[in-house]
T-cell receptor, first 117, second 110 residues
Framework: EAGVTQSPTHLIKTRGQQATLRCSPI?????VYWYQQALGLGLQFLLW???????NRGNFPPRFSGRQFPNYSSELNVNALELEDSALYLC????????????????FGPGTRLLVL | DAKTTQPTSMDCAEGRAANLPCNHS???????VYWYRQIHSQGPQYIIH???NNETNEMASLIITEDRKSSTLILPHATLRDTAVYYC???????????FGGGTRLMVKP
C-alpha cells in the first residue's frame, strides 16, 4: 500500500513569490493535515481538510491557504513568501473523520522542503 | 501547549532496551497517548498509541500508569536505525490536530 506522497521534494522561491505544495493521501483516506516544521522548531499545525472542507486552521496568517480536491488530494498555497516561511512542510492523512469521539492515527508523508531566498 | 513533558535527550546501547518516559499529568479521560518518531529530515512515523491499557505492536510497547499521568515507550532491542526524535502526544480530538512538543532525542550507540 502506497503511503502519503508529497511533491515537490524541494522548492526554492524568492521573497514575495507564491509556492504551491501538493499532497496525495493514502488510498481510502479522506482527511488531510498540513504541518510546518521550521529549522530548529517543532511541528506546527497549519490546516485540516476533510471531505473537501477546511475543518480547522492553526495560528498562521491568511496567506497560508489550501484546498482539497474530489480525489482527496490537497494543495497548500503560500502567498507573498517571507524568509521565515523556509521550512519542511509535512502532510498527513487519516481515514474519514467519523465523529468527535474518535481519534484517528495520522500518517505522514516525507515532506516538501521550502527555501525562501 | 503540548501537555506532555519528555527528557530532552537519552542514550541507549545497541541491542539494549530503550525506555522513553513521558509525563502527561493533565490528561483527560478521553485523551489518547500517541507516540511518533522523526528520523532526521523525514516525516514523523507513527509508533503506537493507547488509552488505558498497555499496548504492544511489532515496533514497541507502551506502558501507561494506572492514573494515566505518565507513560513509557519501550523499544525492546534498540538498533542504530532507532536513532531519532521521539514525540509523546496527548491527542484531544477537538480540531483533530496533533500538538508536538520538543520530544526526546534518542541516540543509539554501538
Amino acid at each position: 500500500e502506497a503511503g502519503v506522497t508529497q511533491s515537490p521534494t524541494h522548492l526554492i522561491k524568492t521573497r514575495g513569490q507564491q509556492a504551491t505544495l501538493r499532497c496525495s493521501p493514502i488510498s481510502g483516506h479522506t482527511s488531510v493535515y498540513w504541518y510546518q516544521q521550521a529549522l530548529g522548531l517543532g511541528l506546527q499545525f497549519l490546516l485540516w481538510y476533510d471531505e473537501g472542507e477546511e475543518r480547522n486552521r492553526g495560528n498562521f496568517p491568511p496567506r497560508f491557504s489550501g484546498r482539497q480536491f474530489p480525489n482527496y488530494s490537497s494543495e497548500l498555497n503560500v502567498n507573498a513568501l517571507e524568509l521565515e516561511d523556509s521550512a519542511l512542510y509535512l502532510c498527513a492523512s487519516t481515514p474519514f473523520w467519523r465523529s468527535r469521539q474518535y481519534q484517528e492515527t495520522q500518517y505522514f508523508g516525507p515532506g516538501t522542503r521550502l527555501l525562501v531566498l | 501547549d503540548a501537555k506532555t513533558t519528555q527528557p530532552t535527550s537519552m542514550d541507549c546501547a545497541e541491542g539494549r532496551a530503550a525506555n522513553l518516559p513521558c509525563n502527561h499529568s493533565t490528561i483527560s479521560g478521553n485523551e489518547y497517548v500517541y507516540w511518533y518518531r522523526q528520523i532526521h529530515s523525514q516525516g514523523p512515523q507513527y509508533i503506537i498509541h493507547g488509552l488505558k491499557n498497555n499496548e504492544t505492536n511489532e515496533m514497541a510497547s507502551l506502558i501507561i500508569t494506572e492514573d494515566r499521568k505518565s507513560s513509557t515507550l519501550i523499544l525492546p532491542h534498540a538498533t542504530l536505525r532507532d536513532t531519532a526524535v521521539y514525540y509523546c502526544i496527548v491527542n484531544y480530538n477537538a480540531g483533530n490536530m496533533l500538538t508536538f512538543g520538543g520530544g526526546t532525542r534518542l541516540m543509539v550507540k554501538p
